[in-house]
């Protein structure tokens, strides 16, 4: 979480700003960008128990909340089903000005290369009693494919950014590491990225809402 919290910050107005942390889960980047002095809201279905959360759905955000000087969907925004609507009224619940603040995934991005470098990663891993290992490449791209069926691809989730905000800021940056779970493979992915050897799977990107 720390790079996205160093960008997130980088991004979002000046503390104490009020920001709402779309899809929080267990409320990790919530508390972190409160401990940065943020007047942050984080909304999830299953968010913890606390007074700066709410167990609700985008939809169900009471308007009475009032409106927010920037957001943050760390992971989330690939899962929502109606991706219009959701992004609608994020930029809605925007004071103008309002900074949106986005940790993805473009896991359509996967190639053979991509997919045969986590393949290597996760058998060599099952040889340090980390997992099994996986009984074939083609196991590994099928598993990562059935995995994300219905997620939105990437060209779509920049598609609808771009139509409600100005980009500000993009950077790609590794995900695999994520799967495998190692700050070393993390390292490792980087390389290969810079290197041109495999694909950079996740991006960050900052946009200020549009006027209305």
Known sequence: MEPFLDFALAQLPPAPARVLDVGCGQGELTTALAVAAHDVLGIDPRAPQGERFRRIQLEDLDPAEGRFDGAVASHSLHHI????????????LLRPAGVLVVDELAWDRA???TLGWLYGQRRAL??????????SFEGVRDEWESEHLGLH?????????????????????????????????????QALIDAGGIQALGFRWAGVVRGR
Do not use: I, Q
């Open 81 to 92: 089903r109606d991706l219009d609507e959701a992004l609608d009224r994020v930029a809605a």
């Open 111 to 113: 190639d053979d290369d």
């Open 126 to 135: 099952a040889a340090a009693g980390r997992g099994d290992a996986p009984a």
């Open 153 to 189: 691809r990437y060209e779509r989730l920049r598609s609808e950014l771009a139509n409600r905000f100005d980009e500000r800021s993009f950077e790609w940056v590794p995900f695999l590491h994520r799967v495998l779970g190692g700050v070393a493979t993390e390292v490792l992915e």
